[in-house]
């Protein structure tokens, strides 16, 4: 095995490890800051930073959102999506408190995971500031979004993240895609075409990404309406920008406690659901464009 992939294996043991002893405590200070805090969670100068939530998670992500909030860079926006009309109207108190210091709460359709950035990219035809996506159970450092900044300025023509895969070819010529589970995470800082952004550490996207997406609609609900990272990637190659992780290695956040639901995990990637969606939605001039250079 690839010593950067056994580290990142490692790295990943150590969060899952170490988070439930690490957590709480930042759990409560968290919370302390939602009850106490009167500073903006935005100030100009920063990307838009987009996220959806559900069912029971919407009386916990005042917490994540606490701690894109206290971060380095604040966002210019940070904008929670709903669909649930009812919890829409009776927000958790720690969302409304939150909403006192910059954040927006909109009410939407329910898009699956495409509602954590398509209501955003669907506003307006043309966008002068990136896009930052996060999950809504997990804890972000304080120099998360800073550091997706830098990397957007540094290349403007890319899509950076955290975390990313290398999609897995085989066949002549690559011409067939392996199965989702046997995509190896990614072990380079290179930007490459097979290098698949994954949204739970975060993502950048450029304002142009936003605009070629604003353009292609909702074609996502034909083909991968429970996959937002293959839809987002597959439009990556067609747009012609390329996905560079941060780092060498792959970077895991501690989650919020009792929020991880399993139920789309299981089906995109235990139960062939990614794979299926991977079928439907990559055409033959992505597989040649991903075959045309190393991983």
Known sequence: MDIDLLISKIHRKLVYKLAPRLVPRQVRALQRRNETATEPV???GGPVVSLTTYGPRIDTVHLTIESI????LKPSRLVLWLDDAARFNDLPAGLRRLQARGLEVHLTDNLGPHTKY??????????????????????????WLRRLWEAYRAAPDQISCYRAHVVALEGRDGAVIRPYREWPPCGSREPRWRHFATGVSGVIYPPHFLDFMHAQGDAFKACCPKADDIWLHAMALRAGLRVRQLGRLPRYFEGLPGTHDQGLVHFNSFSGGNDRQIAATYVAADLRKMAEEPA
């Open 69 to 72: 909030g206290r971060g380095r």
């Open 118 to 143: 398509y209501p955003y990219v669907a506003s307006q035809p043309h966008h002068e500031v990136p896009l930052v996506t996060a999950d809504d159970d997990i804890v972000y450092p304080r120099w």
């Open 42 to 44: 935005v100030a100009p």
